[in-house]
């Protein structure tokens, strides 16, 4: 008995190192799964900015900041959730954005609970 034990747990152990484990065994976590702009991308004009998140965040649990270079947080128009997926949010801006490098920072809870935060840069740049 302990020797067919023995067995079963190296080919558990084995399963998961060759990554062999079903997907029904993964946990999905909340998080930023793509944006526009993307992370340290250059860009030369800006209308909004767009999440995608790797799930449905709970009702009301998203905010996405946009910060100029000197640490000012710029107005947004409201949070916007895409009318055909509930995992895509957006926050428009009126006005130019000069040249310079911003920062995206945005939080958001996952149906399990998992609070979920991050920030990343980018650069606006003149042609």
């Not at 079903?22 to 340290?40: E, I, M, Q």
């Amino acid at each position: 008995m302990k020797k067919k034990l023995g067995l079963v747990a190296l080919a558990a152990v084995l399963a998961v190192g060759t990554g062999a484990v079903p997907d029904t065994l993964a946990v999905p976590h909340f998080g930023l799964n793509k944006s526009a702009p993307a992370a340290d991308a250059s860009v030369t004009s800006l209308e909004e900015v767009r999440l995608w998140f790797t799930e449905a965040p709970e009702q009301n649990s998203v905010s996405i900041r946009l910060i100029d270079g000197a640490g000012n947080a710029l107005e947004t128009g409201g949070l916007v959730t895409d009318a055909e997926d509930d995992r895509i949010f957006s926050v428009s801006f009126d006005g130019h954005l000069p040249a310079g490098t911003y920062t995206v920072s945005w939080r958001g809870i996952g149906d399990d609970g998992h609070v979920a935060r991050g920030d990343f840069d980018f650069a606006v740049v003149t042609q």
